[in-house]
């Protein structure tokens, strides 16, 4: 059994910046890539960012790209986003996403709200 814990999450003005962490517990077997990905209220979840567990290559979004910043502890076995100059449009559940070998796993959500 695998758990994924997102935290961080919550009311941040526009512009502003705001950190999320996601924590992996359990029998964790080989993880190949975690990820980011949000959604927003009457949409369709969408990518965010994704990053390789061994090799630390990242890839982005174009809707945050230059904004957000993706990282991953291996000894922690934890995934963070890190993100500036916030919207708006960011506004979102964010869920956190491991791959491993055989089998994929959804955090349960943490709520980003973007506004005035």
């Known amino acids: 059994q695998v758990q994924l814990v997102e935290s961080g999450g919550g009311l941040v003005q526009p512009g502003g910046s705001l950190n999320l962490s996601c924590a992996a517990s359990g029998s964790i077997s080989r993880i190949n890539t975690m990820s980011w990905s949000r959604q927003a209220p009457g949409k369709d979840r969408e990518f965010v960012a994704a990053?390789?567990?061994?090799?630390?290559?990242?890839v982005y979004a174009a809707s945050v790209k230059g904004r957000f910043g993706i990282s991953r502890d291996n000894a922690k076995n934890t995934l963070f986003l890190y993100m500036s100059s916030l919207k708006p449009d960011d506004t979102a559940v964010y869920y956190c996403?491991?791959?491993?070998?055989?089998?994929?796993?959804w955090g349960q959500g943490t709520q980003v709200t973007v506004s005035s």
């Open positions: 996403r491991m791959g491993t070998v055989g089998a994929t796993y």
């Open positions: 990053i390789t567990w061994s090799g630390g290559n990242t």
